[in-house]
């Protein structure tokens, strides 16, 4: 049973440029979240999506957004990018959104020059 | 706002020797606890969690935490560390708002370091 699976892993972008992170849920979750977790930090919550829509959001700007699809795999977009922007983002599944275990996958590791 | 401090940058155990990482949250109500692991490279494996009932609970690989209402606290504990264990802890706390629950707020970590 695959659990969450996200691409790409590794990933470097230069400032001002636009960066998709592309995430497929496990297997049953109809939920996805994400998490910005900078070097040496937890993470923080960016945004979660529900039957295709953002349901809830962190403190994140505008910027970066997302979308869920039919199948429940989702997409997060960040625009203009900053250098502040370098991070492991972290894509979390869950079923539901009741308080349910999240199930994270490995990470899309972004770097901004 | 909910938040979740970890005292703790760094910790150093002996290998064989026990273990108690602390967390400690604000929240004004009652919330739900998490204790996740990071391993270098990797997403997070979730430890064990706390919703309600019995607050001793008992989670993957010999880890338990005690949840303290009292203390605001939920602290893991091991009675024996092997050298698989050296990794970054999370502890995060959950909320519950509009129909249903909120993100997770994480705490910064904990590094363990096990020595031989």
């Known amino acids: 049973d695959a659990g969450v699976t996200q691409s790409p892993t590794h990933l470097i972008k230069t400032r001002g440029q636009q960066v998709t992170l592309r995430c497929s849920p496990k297997?049953?979750?109809?939920?996805v979240s994400w998490y910005q977790q900078a070097l040496g930090q937890g993470p923080q919550f960016i945004f979660q999506?529900?039957?295709?829509?953002?349901?809830q959001r962190g403190n994140f700007p505008d910027r970066f957004s997302g979308h869920q699809f039919p199948n429940y795999s989702s997409e997060l977009n960040v625009n203009a990018l900053l250098l502040g922007d370098s991070a492991l983002y972290l894509c979390?599944?869950?079923?539901?959104?009741?308080?349910?275990?999240?199930?994270f996958g490995a990470g899309s590791r972004l770097t901004v020059l | 706002a909910q938040s979740v401090t970890q005292p703790d940058i760094h910790i150093t155990v002996s290998e064989g020797a026990s273990l108690e990482l602390r967390c400690n949250y604000s929240?004004?109500?009652?919330?739900?606890l998490f204790w996740y692991v990071q391993s270098p490279g990797q997403g997070l494996q979730l430890l064990l969690k706390?919703?309600?009932?019995?607050?001793l609970v008992q989670g993957i690989k010999g880890f338990e935490a005690e949840f303290k209402r009292s203390q605001s606290s939920f602290n893991l504990r091991k009675p024996s560390v092997h050298w698989s264990d050296a990794a970054e802890y999370f502890c995060a706390v959950g909320s519950y708002s509009g129909g249903g629950a909120d993100g997770l707020t994480f705490g910064k970590g904990t590094h363990l370091i096990i020595q031989p």
């Open positions: 297997s049953g979750h109809d939920t």
């Open positions: 999506y529900y039957e295709e829509e953002e349901r």
């Open positions: 706390y919703f309600s009932g019995d607050t």
């Open positions: 979390a599944s869950s079923q539901g959104v009741g308080a349910n275990v999240l199930t």
């Open positions: 929240y004004g109500a009652t919330p739900y």
